[in-house]
């Protein structure tokens, strides 16, 4: 059974840009989650989605957003990149709530 | 907002040797993940506890969860090499799967 698959592994983008990160899921997971993890911060949940709404939202600026498809594949978008928003992104998936969330391997961003 | 907090942050230990790791959390939940991370790599899952007083255990390493004292333990009994890793405790919102991650504790198993 394939896992959660995050695409691209790794991003170097310059400050100003934007950029897009997908996310598809364990077939048959329904629920998606995307969690920034810095150094400095640990990890920090951004959103989650179920069956293409969102239902919950961190506590991050709205330059970070994102969205799902009708086939539960996900993608974040990062608008006007700052160095601060370097970090591994990553995307978890499960069948809904109260159940095991399994983890991509993540997309490592850089801002320079 | 629900606080995570995990201790010790940094642990060495020996091979061989026996050691808990405590995870504590601000607000009421009975759900507790614990999650591995090796350097450079994504999070693994290890253990699902959903109810007061859930006990799970896999190998060397037993998960607890004490939703009354909102305590969760991850004890390593016997240590080997392998175990080294970071790890993490998570907690779930009451609103979704919304995970508040602890600072995690980054293990070294010395030979």
């Known amino acids: 059974k394939a896992g959660v698959t995050q695409t691209p592994r790794y991003l170097i983008k310059t400050r100003g840009q934007q950029v897009t990160l997908s996310c598809s899921p364990i077939?048959?997971?329904?629920?998606v989650s995307w969690y920034q993890q810095t150094p400095g911060q640990g990890l920090q949940f951004l959103f989650e989605?179920?069956?293409?709404?969102?239902?919950n939202k961190g506590n991050f600026p709205g330059r970070f957003s994102g969205r799902q498809f009708s086939n539960s594949r996900s993608e974040m978008n990062v608008s006007t990149l700052e160095l601060g928003d370097s970090a591994l992104y990553l995307c978890?998936?499960?069948?809904?709530?109260?159940?095991?969330?399994?983890f991509g391997q993540g997309t490592r961003l850089t801002v320079v | 907002e629900l606080k995570v907090e995990q201790n010790p942050l940094f642990l060495s230990m020996q091979e061989g040797k026996n050691y808990t790791i405590y995870c504590n959390y601000s607000?009421?939940?009975?759900?507790l993940y614990w999650y591995r991370q090796d350097p450079g790599k994504s999070l693994e899952s290890l253990f699902v506890?959903?109810?007061?007083?859930a006990v799970k255990q896999e190998g060397r390493l037993m998960a607890s969860l004490d939703t009354k004292a909102r305590l969760s333990t991850l004890h390593i009994t016997a240590a080997v090499h392998d175990l080294s890793a970071t790890y993490f405790c998570?907690?779930?919102?009451?609103?979704?799967?919304?995970?508040?991650f602890g600072t995690g504790t980054s293990l070294t198993v010395i030979p």
């Open positions: 978890a998936s499960s069948l809904g709530r109260v159940n095991e969330a399994f």
């Open positions: 077939s048959g997971h329904r629920s």
């Open positions: 989605y179920f069956s293409e709404t969102q239902r």
């Open positions: 607000t009421t939940s009975d759900r």
């Open positions: 506890l959903l109810s007061n007083g």
């Open positions: 998570a907690v779930d919102s009451n609103t979704g799967n919304q995970f508040y």
